[in-house]
């Protein structure tokens, strides 16, 4: 479709819309300032504790939903030592200050970013983002994105507190800010971050450089598009209330709301009104007590609720993750690397010495080819898909057009994936974790996934 001339200027965004007759995206001019008064859709963020989950654990787990044809990799980082501190490290955009020693990572991403969506560390910390929208203006200049916060704040702490220090620390000194999609589309927002670790919870929301934060002890908490911090402040910036005052957003008297403040959310309805928080909360709430992992990868694949996204954008990856309170177990961390997680399958990663790389999930490597090492950037889009997401695309086209193949490519799925789960809780019940194993573990899954694919396209 063409695109009208003040595309150009800074008052538009490009964003994804579905025509259903084309079954394709296409994109649609949108004035920047409508994204008050728009419903955003992108991403749900969940997390269980016990006494809302069985045997003691916690459960995390995130729907990443990003723009249709956009690959997200899982990819793995061992742990490092950084003796060169005056070498800067190199983000989406910028250049920041290096620590002298990082965690080992695994991380689901869109392929073009150094950040991530979601993700755990070696000390079982996950994190999952949102993207939010307010009152305070959302900005255009590069800076650090949310992506790239969720990965330092994996990199650089032990606990979920030590990584809500790390990225508030890391807002304040570089900012938030830059374009939060590949190609032409102009996608830009706040975050706000679900973390957890094997003790709790942390939920934190930010304006620019403001922020506050909600610790969660127990039972069942949800982020999604939209602030949900009300009056349960548990840590904030030191200016927020002051900066809310300054901009006539709050009086000063009545309670300190943060969603009330800094958005336009109606906080009195807030979790009765229609929407994905609201909708995700429900299916926690409904399990409430009962809630596993597999009760976890459910909600994520729940479509009725619009959980599961389709259309312009759509759930491009999936996790979730087994955190036991006991130091003794495991974490396990499920990852799909491919869109649409009820027709994927969820693959387990522990962290062991000497991982082997994730190669069937990480994509090709353009290093100074990259577009978005250039300036201006993304000129082009290349082709970022992985080995499974390649094969897991064919297997969808098979999906939807050969109902027969379809069932039996399914259920293959589901036997693969139930043999894992009933492996994984072996591990947790009888404390038998056989290392060597675990090296290859996530490798292993990935090609026995694309072998059920590859069978059931050639016969």
Not at 59 to 88: M, T, W
Request: hydrophobic residues 35%; aromatic residues 10%.
């Amino acid at each position: 479709m063409p695109l009208p001339a003040a595309l150009g200027s800074s008052s538009f965004s490009l964003w994804v819309a579905w025509k259903p007759a084309l079954r394709r995206p296409f994109l649609l001019p949108v004035r920047k300032d409508w994204f008050k008064k728009m419903e955003p859709c992108s991403c749900d963020t969940f997390v269980a504790l016990p006494p809302a989950t069985v045997e003691n654990r916690i459960i995390f787990g995130k729907n990443s939903d990003r723009p249709c044809d956009e690959v997200q990799e899982v990819v793995y980082f061992p742990a490092a030592v950084h003796d060169n501190l005056r070498k800067r490290l190199k983000c989406t955009y910028i250049e920041i200050d290096q620590v002298p020693e990082t965690y080992a990572v695994v991380l689901s991403r869109p392929a073009w970013l150094w950040g991530a969506e979601m993700g755990a560390n070696e000390h079982g910390v996950c994190i999952g983002n949102e993207a939010v929208w307010g009152k305070e203006e959302v900005c255009d200049e590069e800076a650090l994105l949310g992506m790239d916060l969720v990965r330092l704040g994996l990199e650089r702490a032990n606990t979920a507190e030590k990584a809500l220090d790390v990225i508030v620390d890391l807002l304040e000194k570089y900012g938030q800010g830059g374009n939060c999609a590949e190609g032409g589309m102009v996608f830009s927002y706040h975050n706000s971050f679900l973390i957890a670790d094997r003790n709790e919870a942390w939920i934190l929301e930010t304006a620019g450089k403001y922020w506050a934060a909600e610790k969660v002890q127990g039972g069942i908490r949800n982020i999604s598009n939209e602030l949900s911090i009300t009056t349960k402040i548990d840590r904030e910036h030191p200016d927020m209330r002051n900066y809310a005052k300054q901009k006539g957003w709050w009086d000063g008297n009545k309670d300190f709301d943060f969603t009330a403040t800094y958005s336009y959310i109606n906080t009195a309805t807030m979790m009765i009104s229609p929407g994905r928080f609201c909708e995700g909360y429900k299916l926690l709430n409904k399990h409430k007590g009962n809630i596993t992992f597999e009760i976890m990868m459910e909600i994520l694949r729940d479509k009725p609720s619009g959980i599961n996204m389709e259309g312009g954008f759509l759930t491009t990856a999936s996790m979730v993750s087994i955190l036991p309170q006991d130091s003794n177990l495991p974490c396990i961390h499920f990852f799909t690397g491919t869109p649409d997680p009820e027709r994927s399958v969820f693959k387990p990663f522990i962290f062991v010495p000497n991982v082997s790389q994730l190669l069937d999930t990480t994509s090709p490597t353009l290093e100074l080819e990259d577009p978005v090492e250039k300036k201006p950037h993304f000129k082009i889009k290349p082709n970022r898909r992985h080995p499974l997401y390649q094969e897991h695309q064919k297997a969808l086209e098979v999906i939807d057009n050969k109902e027969e193949k379809a069932k039996t490519m399914l259920d293959n799925m589901r036997k693969l994936e139930k043999e894992l789960f009933k492996e994984m809780e072996s591990i947790l019940q009888n404390k038998n974790l056989d290392v060597d194993k675990c090296v290859n573990l996530f490798p292993q899954c990935a090609k026995d996934e694309i072998r059920i694919y590859k069978s059931n396209i050639s016969s």
